[in-house]
């Protein structure tokens, strides 16, 4: 680190002098030094030295003995405050080059906000991301990070700002959609959807005409209590391109028209939406094929359908097209008519369904074992016992004379099924291959329901109102697309790299000659993840002040 001098000739011939306080970066490309700036001290005929020089001293305090022998003894500074700032200034950074900010502040211009909206956006996805608390601590957590524009914000900024998001939730969803899919590259011809239920600890249900916190299918086991209900499309990269909320009793086939006729108006070339077996109706199905799009949806194996059981029995062999998955292609019916399958078989899967079989079939074979030995009403609560167990009643039947036995022609039939599943598509450009992968790429949107659940707790939810509900969907879907794109550029966990990236601290050091906000510096894993992002590590120093 030194002092730079660089000069310029005033309209009046002067010659004047500005310093500037600077350090050599190597150029990774060339590998040649650069200078970077990090402080502009400013003219030289106006600096105050001796309050320079006596910033000097107090800063030897600092150094070590041998470097700091020739200065005089300081005047004393005093460490005044750390904030952490690794995670927030990746954020800040990824906000921007996402053109989030761009965005919201683009569709602020056509309102009128006193209040800093973009900031306390930003400043409520961050907090999601590295420390997820209610409303009203983010008030407090922002003075303990380095985010610039979020240090006075107040409950009532953060609550504003949610209403602005919700009014504009469809501008925001594909304007950032469209930026990202262009600066990443993303290919959105596979988008993948699913839904999944965040529950609430009240036992009330929302009442009115149209109550939104309602009991329904719930995905956490909790039926006991109200909910909503969250559904979320994903690039095969595993980036969240737009998220839905709906009322909890929503039931999943009667989803996918509203999914299908808000993405056709992203006005997108071609997509083939993936779902899994719960959205897999004739009437979704046909619906995706609107407009000229394709689907790749599950089929469930026991339905029963005559088309499905044609598919199933269908002779052939598979055909090897990657490790532990093997595919055969199968049309049933003709012309107009017909149906395109993929059966995708999974050999180790198939092991592990076929042990788990085994083990409970023994399992009954033990209880069945002792049923004899139980008389009366004792012998009847057993066989019921037994009949209506989860596990147990799917391979036992009834005799003639009522008791249980082993059904060993449905051990057969799920035998048949072991570590298989059957997809069907509209798309006939696709190979068999595609179909399956993508297919199985559907585990990204499982993957990005662990992050909201886990990563970010978008539950407990501390908002009682549907605005609010869904406004706070909205921050966790903003959250969840910051961290999936770092994810993806750095190949590490969002865990890891948060962990990390918050070891990094601006501190300040104040006294009676000036103020200097410094960090720390930097570690060689936060330099691979700068490194991995493209992103500049923050400045050295933020500020050197002289009084």
Known sequence: MFIRTTQRKNKDGQTVRYLQIAHNVRDPETGIPRAQIIHNLGREDTLDKEALARLVRSISRFLDPELGASAQAPEGMKLSSSKTLGGAWLLDRLWARLGI?????????KRKHSTPVERAILAMVANRALAPSSKLEI?????????????????????????FLLEAEEDIQREVFFTAANLLNLEVDLLFFDTTSVYFETEEEDEGEEPFRK??????????LPQVVIG????????????????????D??????????????KLSRVITVVDRGFSSEDNLRYLQRGGGHYIAGEKMRSGKPEVEAALSRAGRYRKVKDNLEV?????????????????RNPEGAKR?????????????????HLP????ESHSKAACALLAHKAYGRYLKTDAKGNPVIDRSRIAEDARLDGKYLIKTSDDTLSAEDVALGYKQLAEVEAAFRSLKSTLDIRPVYHRKEERIRSHVLLCWLALLMIRVAENETGQTWRNIRREMERMHLVEFTGGDGRVLQRTETTPAQATVFSSLDMKEPPRFFQIAAR
């Open 101 to 109: 900010g761009d965005t919201i502040a683009t569709l602020l211009s």
């Open 139 to 163: 008030t407090e957590w922002t003075k303990g990070v380095a985010l610039p524009g979020v240090e006075e914000l107040s409950v009532q900024n953060l609550y504003r700002a949610m209403d």
């Open 215 to 224: 009991r329904g299918h719930s995905k956490d086991k909790r039926a006991d």
């Open 232 to 251: 979320l499309a994903v690039t095969r990269e595993g980036i969240p391109v737009r998220c839905w909320c709906f009322p909890g009793n929503s039931m």
């Open 253 to 266: 086939m009667t989803l996918l028209k509203k999914v299908k006729d808000d993405l056709s108006g992203w």
């Open 328 to 344: 055969k292609e199968i049309t049933v019916g003709d012309g107009e008519a017909r149906t395109r399958f993929v059966l995708a």
């Open 353 to 369: 369904d076929r042990a788990e079989r085994n083990a409970i079939v023994q399992r009954i074979e033990e209880e069945l074992s």
């Open 373 to 376: 030995e139980l008389k009366g």
